[in-house]
């Protein structure tokens, strides 16, 4: 049992971010301005490296080596898709026991936070003092309680500027381009196409969200719809839209492929096949290939592409509001741990919006339970005819990406 100085822990879990590195140094830095810190140690590849007392000294680091982690995009200490239960947690508080540990903070989505929130019951109810926050960060933006996601920004960009070069591309040479987005239940990071467009005909034309029901039908006369008026439509669609919202069974890429990959919690794989885009695409050529070649005289060209993982680590896109708070959430977290404000000696941050214009936010600390396992919907109130986004979600969105390129036009 830890009694004077302990050490403090430090993992990552989940799927990487292109600032999930700058919380990580985040957490070092404040770590070393507190006397009751003893060692401080990574984890390498999450809980698996806890229980398997896999560590990494992070005491004596170089300042200019952990500012180069901090800019660098992916998991530092290596990721897990584990996801303990409580006999897995008791192992984990075997861990802490034997290493001396008084403080874990553990980076990742909603799940992380369940594990935080079951390891810390643990050590409750043993008497073990045992303060564990929950760093959050999720390119998905789905974390109830905070008003945005370390790690969302920057994939938002991506998606944005990926999307603003995609409908370039579509005016030179049009046709129908369909973009799948990562997404399984929340429709966010999808959403954040809508700020490629700075013109009134600029892409995408229509964007899909897993929030609202998809038709068939609709899809296509939506797409017959832009495609008689411009030419051409740029679409994003999220890779996780489905008939029936809510019914994870009616998933559109069901329909679009058999069998597949199940990850550690009993998904199907979305991100690793382009199964969904061939799918959409193979569907609008049999379907409005002659109907449209005979309204414009040309031949309908079709293509599709899946972002997958590229949206989540690719260099030189990072916002810089995404990484600025990715760091302050790290530091913060070990400032509640040790102050334990409001009884929280075990918790999560939270980021609060203060103002739009100019942007501003905040932190606080709140529950575990407020964080686990749950997960936020992009706000239905966002979505138009079930096919388009608001200005409403430009302005929540456009602080967290950053200024965009603005495309120089000859016509």
Same mark, same amino acid.
């Given at each position: 049992m830890p009694s004077g100085k302990?050490?403090?822990?430090?993992?990552?879990?989940?799927? /990487?971010?292109? !600032?999930?590195?700058?919380?990580?140094?985040?957490?070092?830095?404040?770590?070393?301005?507190?006397?009751?810190?003893?060692?401080?140690?990574?984890a390498k590849h999450g809980v698996r490296g806890i229980i398997n007392n896999d560590f990494i000294p992070l005491n004596g680091v170089a300042a200019d080596l952990l500012e180069r982690v901090a800019?660098? /995009?992916?998991?530092?200490?290596?990721?897990t898709r584990d996801k303990p239960d409580e006999a897995y *947690?008791?192992?984990?508080? $075997?861990?802490?026991?034997?290493?001396?540990?008084?403080?874990?903070?553990?980076?990742?989505?909603?799940?992380?936070?369940?594990?935080?929130?079951?390891?810390?019951?643990? &050590?409750?109810?043993?008497?073990?003092p045992l303060h564990v926050y929950h760093v959050p960060k999720t390119i998905d933006n789905d974390l109830r309680t905070t008003d945005h996601c370390p790690g969302y920004g920057s994939a938002a960009r991506f998606v944005a500027l990926a999307v603003m070069g995609d409908d370039l591309d579509n005016r030179s040479l049009k046709g129908v381009k369909i973009?799948?987005?990562?997404?399984?239940?929340?429709?966010w990071l999808t959403a954040a196409s809508a700020l490629a467009r700075q013109g009134e005909n600029d892409g995408p034309h229509l964007i899909y969200v897993p929030e609202v029901n998809f038709s068939d039908?609709?899809? %296509?006369?939506d797409i017959d719809r832009v495609y008689?008026? %411009?030419?051409? *439509?740029?679409?994003?669609?999220? $890779? @996780?839209?489905?008939?029936? !919202? @809510?019914?994870?069974?009616?998933?559109?890429?069901?329909?679009?492929?058999?069998?597949?990959? !199940?990850?550690?919690?009993?998904?199907?794989?979305?991100?690793?096949?382009?199964? %969904? @885009?061939?799918?959409?695409?193979?569907m609008v050529k049999t379907k409005l290939g002659i109907p449209l070649q005979q309204k414009t005289g040309s031949k309908l060209r079709v293509r599709a592409d899946t972002f997958g993982y590229l949206q989540r680590s690719f260099p030189g896109i990072v916002?810089?509001?995404?990484?600025?708070? &990715?760091?302050? *959430?790290?530091?913060? &977290?070990?400032?509640?741990?040790?102050?334990? /404000?409001?009884?929280?000696?075990?918790?999560?941050? &939270?980021?609060?919006?203060?103002?739009?214009?100019p942007y501003k936010a905040d932190f606080f600390p709140t529950a575990l339970t407020n964080v686990a396992r749950q997960t936020k919907p992009l706000d239905t109130g966002f979505v138009v005819n079930g096919c388009d986004i608001n200005s409403a979600f430009i302005r929540y969105a456009r602080p967290l990406v950053g200024p965009l390129p603005i495309a120089g036009r000859l016509f």
């Open positions: 302990s050490n403090a822990v430090i993992g990552q879990s989940g799927g /990487p971010t292109a !600032v999930i590195n700058q919380s990580l140094v985040g957490v070092i830095e404040e770590l070393h301005q507190h006397a009751e810190i003893d060692r401080i140690l990574g800019q660098t /995009p992916s998991s530092a200490l290596g990721s *947690c008791v192992k984990l508080l $075997e861990s802490f026991k034997k290493n001396n540990v008084g403080y874990f903070f553990y980076i990742g989505g909603n799940d992380s936070a369940d594990t935080a929130r079951i390891v810390s019951e643990m &050590a409750i109810k043993e008497g073990y973009d799948i987005i990562m997404g399984r239940d929340a429709g039908d609709q899809f %296509l006369a008689t008026r %411009l030419g051409r *439509c740029v679409i994003a669609a999220s $890779e @996780g839209i489905r008939y029936k !919202v @809510g019914d994870k069974n009616s998933l559109v890429t069901e329909k679009a492929m058999q069998g597949g990959e !199940v990850d550690a919690h009993g998904n199907k794989q979305l991100s690793g096949t382009g199964a %969904l @885009g061939d799918y959409l695409s193979e916002s810089s509001s995404d990484a600025h708070e &990715a760091r302050l *959430c790290g530091r913060m &977290a070990v400032q509640y741990a040790i102050a334990a /404000p409001e009884g929280l000696s075990s918790g999560s941050v &939270a980021i609060k919006r203060v103002s739009e214009e």
